[in-house]
C-alpha cells in the first residue's frame, strides 16, 4: 500500500469519524423546523447535483444504464432507508442517544458480509473489538438513566433500528455491486435518486402542511447547508472506504459517532453529559482501537488488492477524497 494511498484512508476515516459524528446534532436542529423527509430530500438532491456536476468536470466515464439501476438501489436503502428513517425518528430522539443506537450497524455489516459469497469472513479479534464496542454502548445507554433521559420514544428507537439494517445492507451491496468507476459520480447518482425518493415521501406524507418557509428558524438554515456540505463529503468518504477495506473496519465509525455526538450534544445544545457518559466512551474507543488493529497488514479488503495494484486503479481512486 503506498503512502498515498495511506493518507487518503486517514483522510476517509476522519471524515466518518468526526463529520458524521456532527451531523447527528444538526439533523437534530434542522428538523426543528424542517420536515425531516422534505430536509433529507433537498441535502441530498443539491449535494448530488454537486458531485455529479464534478464527477463530469472531472471527465469520468459515462454510467451505463446498469449503472442507474445499482446505483439506485444503494442510495435507497442507505440514504432513504438509513438517513431518512434517521432524521423522521431525530423529531423525538436526541441527537447522541439517536448515534448511540447506530452503533448497531457493525454487527449488521458483520452478518451480511459474511453470508456475502464474496464476502470476507471476520477475525476473532475482529468480532471480539465488536462484540466490545456493543456491550459498550449497552453500558453508555444506561438503561436506567439514558444519558439524563427517563426513557426514549419507542417509535423512535424502531425507527432508528430499521434504519440500521437498512444501511448496512446498502453499504454491502455498494461493496460488491457494479456501479461507475468514479466514486464521486456514483456517490452523486445514488444522492440524486435518494432525494427525488425523499421529496416524494415529503409529498405523500403531508410534510409541507405542517410546515412553511417563514417558520424555518436560522439555525434550521445553518443546519441543511452544513448537512448539504460537510455531510456529503463524508458520504463519498464512506461510499469510497468501503470499496478498499474491509467492512468491519469502516463499520467502526458507528462506534466513535456516539462519542462525537455526545460531546457536540452536550456543547452547543446542552444536553446532559455525565462522568458515566466519559468513561463509556472511553471503552468505546478500545473496541475501534481493537477492531482497527486486527489484521493491521491486511487493512485492504482481499477482494479489492488486486485491483488498488492494477493500472486502471488509479483513475478509479482519482479524486474520490
Not at 37 to 57: D, E, H, N, S, W
Not at 150 to 169: C, P
Not at 179 to 191: D, E, N, R, T, V
Not at 292 to 318: A, Q, R
Given at each position: 500500500?503506498?503512502?498515498?494511498?495511506?493518507?487518503?484512508?486517514?483522510?476517509?476515516?476522519?471524515?466518518?469519524?468526526?463529520?458524521?459524528?456532527?451531523?447527528?446534532?444538526?439533523?437534530?436542529?434542522?428538523?426543528?423546523?424542517?420536515?425531516?423527509?422534505?430536509?433529507?430530500?433537498?441535502?441530498?438532491?443539491?449535494?448530488?447535483?454537486?458531485?455529479?456536476?464534478?464527477?463530469?468536470?472531472?471527465?469520468?466515464?459515462?454510467?451505463?444504464?446498469?449503472?442507474?439501476?445499482?446505483?439506485?438501489?444503494?442510495?435507497?436503502?442507505?440514504?432513504?432507508?438509513g438517513n431518512g428513517l434517521?432524521?423522521?425518528?431525530?423529531?423525538?430522539?436526541?441527537?447522541?442517544?439517536?448515534?448511540?443506537?447506530?452503533?448497531?450497524?457493525?454487527?449488521?455489516?458483520?452478518?451480511?458480509?459474511?453470508?456475502?459469497?464474496?464476502?470476507?469472513?471476520?477475525?476473532?479479534?475482529?468480532?471480539?473489538?465488536?462484540?466490545?464496542?456493543?456491550?459498550?454502548?449497552?453500558?453508555?445507554?444506561?438503561?436506567?438513566?439514558?444519558?439524563?433521559?427517563?426513557?426514549?420514544?419507542?417509535?423512535?428507537?424502531?425507527?432508528?433500528?430499521?434504519?440500521?439494517?437498512?444501511?448496512?445492507?446498502?453499504?454491502?451491496?455498494?461493496?460488491?455491486?457494479?456501479?461507475?468507476?468514479?466514486?464521486?459520480?456514483?456517490?452523486?447518482?445514488?444522492?440524486?435518486?435518494?432525494?427525488?425518493?425523499?421529496?416524494?415521501?415529503?409529498?405523500?406524507?403531508?410534510?409541507?402542511k405542517t410546515s412553511t418557509?417563514?417558520?424555518?428558524?436560522?439555525?434550521?438554515?445553518?443546519?441543511?447547508?452544513?448537512?448539504?456540505?460537510?455531510?456529503?463529503?463524508?458520504?463519498?468518504?464512506?461510499?469510497?472506504?468501503?470499496?478498499?477495506?474491509?467492512?468491519?473496519?469502516?463499520?467502526?465509525?458507528?462506534?466513535?459517532?456516539?462519542?462525537?455526538?455526545?460531546?457536540?450534544?452536550?456543547?452547543?445544545?446542552?444536553?446532559?453529559?455525565?462522568?458515566?457518559?466519559?468513561?463509556?466512551?472511553?471503552?468505546?474507543?478500545?473496541?475501534?482501537?481493537?477492531?482497527?488493529?486486527?489484521?493491521?497488514?491486511?487493512?485492504?479488503?482481499?477482494?479489492?488488492?488486486?485491483?488498488?495494484?492494477?493500472?486502471?486503479?488509479?483513475?478509479?481512486?482519482?479524486?474520490?477524497?
Open positions: 500500500m503506498t503512502d498515498k494511498l495511506k493518507i487518503k484512508i486517514i483522510l476517509g476515516f476522519a471524515a466518518i469519524y468526526v463529520i458524521w459524528g456532527s451531523t447527528y446534532l444538526a439533523i437534530r436542529l434542522g428538523v426543528e423546523t424542517i420536515p425531516p423527509f422534505l430536509m433529507a430530500g433537498v441535502r441530498f438532491l443539491i449535494g448530488g447535483f454537486l458531485f455529479y456536476l464534478y464527477g463530469k468536470f472531472k471527465k469520468a466515464e459515462k454510467p451505463k444504464p446498469k449503472h442507474w439501476v445499482t446505483t439506485s438501489i444503494v442510495g435507497i436503502l442507505l440514504l432513504v432507508g434517521v432524521s423522521w425518528a431525530e423529531e423525538v430522539v436526541p441527537s447522541g442517544i439517536a448515534a448511540l443506537l447506530i452503533a448497531m450497524v457493525p454487527l449488521w455489516m458483520v452478518l451480511f458480509d459474511t453470508i456475502h459469497p464474496k464476502g470476507n469472513r471476520p477475525t476473532v479479534k475482529a468480532i471480539g473489538g465488536m462484540i466490545l464496542g456493543f456491550i459498550g454502548v449497552t453500558i453508555l445507554i444506561n438503561p436506567t438513566d439514558i444519558g439524563g433521559y427517563a426513557e426514549i420514544d419507542r417509535f423512535g428507537a424502531i425507527l432508528i433500528i430499521l434504519a440500521t439494517i437498512f444501511w448496512a445492507s446498502g453499504s454491502i451491496y455498494s461493496k460488491y455491486a457494479e456501479i461507475p468507476k468514479s466514486l464521486i459520480l456514483a456517490s452523486g447518482m445514488q444522492m440524486l435518486v435518494a432525494g427525488v425518493v425523499l421529496i416524494l415521501l415529503s409529498f405523500i406524507t403531508d410534510e409541507l418557509l417563514q417558520n424555518i428558524t436560522f439555525v434550521s438554515w445553518m443546519s441543511l447547508l452544513y448537512l448539504i456540505t460537510f455531510g456529503s463529503v463524508g458520504y463519498g468518504a464512506y461510499i469510497w472506504l468501503l470499496q478498499v477495506v474491509e467492512p468491519s473496519k469502516v463499520a467502526t465509525y458507528a462506534y466513535v459517532n456516539p462519542v462525537i455526538a455526545l460531546f457536540l450534544g452536550n456543547f452547543i445544545a446542552s444536553e446532559p453529559l455525565s462522568l458515566w457518559t466519559i468513561g463509556s466512551s472511553m471503552f468505546i474507543l478500545l473496541a475501534v482501537f481493537i477492531i482497527i488493529s486486527s489484521k493491521k497488514k491486511n487493512l485492504i479488503s482481499n477482494s479489492n488488492k488486486k485491483n488498488l495494484t492494477d493500472k486502471t486503479s488509479t483513475t478509479k481512486l482519482k479524486g474520490t477524497i
